[in-house]
């Protein structure tokens, strides 16, 4: 049995160059995240989407345990200061992302939604585990779209 959990990370238009020209290996969350951050271990996945485009983009293992950076300035968004170190396992260019939607009739996800069309608040808030089914289902889709 897979013993590793599985989290969604946002990023947005700025903040995802922002992380690669940092070295692409330190994921931040907000401060008010902390509880849940403690929760992620190293051999656990993020699953990187790109709000605005909708777009599942990368894959990321986490090779750390969480720790607190308010030093090391990544973004000009926020310090982000809950942090762990991450390898990217599967990476897509934004404009080749998956689209979120597409994914969606597979995904346990959105099966409890009162509305169809209120779906992107499931993208509201990171980090937020996601069942491991939904996890390898976006995987595969990132590394078809490698291809």
């Given at each position: 049995?897979?013993?590793?959990?599985?989290?969604l990370c946002?990023?947005?238009?700025?903040?995802w160059p922002e992380?690669?020209?940092?070295?692409?290996?330190?994921?931040?969350?907000p401060?008010?995240?902390?509880?849940?951050i403690?929760?992620?271990?190293?051999?656990?996945?993020?699953?990187?989407?790109?709000?605005?485009?909708?777009?599942?983009?990368?894959?990321?293992?986490?090779?750390?345990d969480?720790?607190?950076?308010t030093?090391t300035?990544?973004?000009?968004q926020?310090?982000f200061?809950?942090?762990v170190?991450?390898?990217?396992?599967?990476?897509?260019?934004?404009?080749?992302?998956?689209?979120?939607?597409?994914?969606?009739?597979?995904?346990?996800?959105?099966?409890?939604?009162?509305?169809?069309?209120h779906?992107?608040l499931?993208?509201?808030?990171?980090?937020?585990e996601?069942?491991?089914?939904?996890?390898?289902?976006?995987i595969?889709?990132?590394?078809n779209?490698?291809?």
């Amino acid at each position: 049995m897979d013993q590793r959990t599985y989290w969604l990370c946002l990023f947005n238009a700025t903040t995802w160059p922002e992380f690669l020209a940092a070295g692409g290996n330190t994921m931040g969350f907000p401060n008010t995240q902390h509880k849940t951050i403690f929760r992620i271990k190293p051999g656990d996945y993020i699953l990187a989407y790109m709000t605005k485009a909708s777009k599942w983009i990368a894959a990321m293992e986490v090779t750390s345990d969480p720790y607190f950076d308010t030093e090391t300035k990544i973004w000009t968004q926020a310090t982000f200061p809950c942090r762990v170190k991450v390898n990217i396992q599967h990476r897509l260019e934004p404009e080749q992302g998956v689209p979120v939607l597409s994914l969606a009739p597979q995904l346990k996800l959105f099966d409890n939604l009162k509305s169809p069309t209120h779906w992107g608040l499931l993208f509201r808030t990171a980090p937020r585990e996601l069942p491991p089914e939904d996890s390898q289902i976006i995987i595969k889709a990132i590394q078809n779209a490698q291809i």
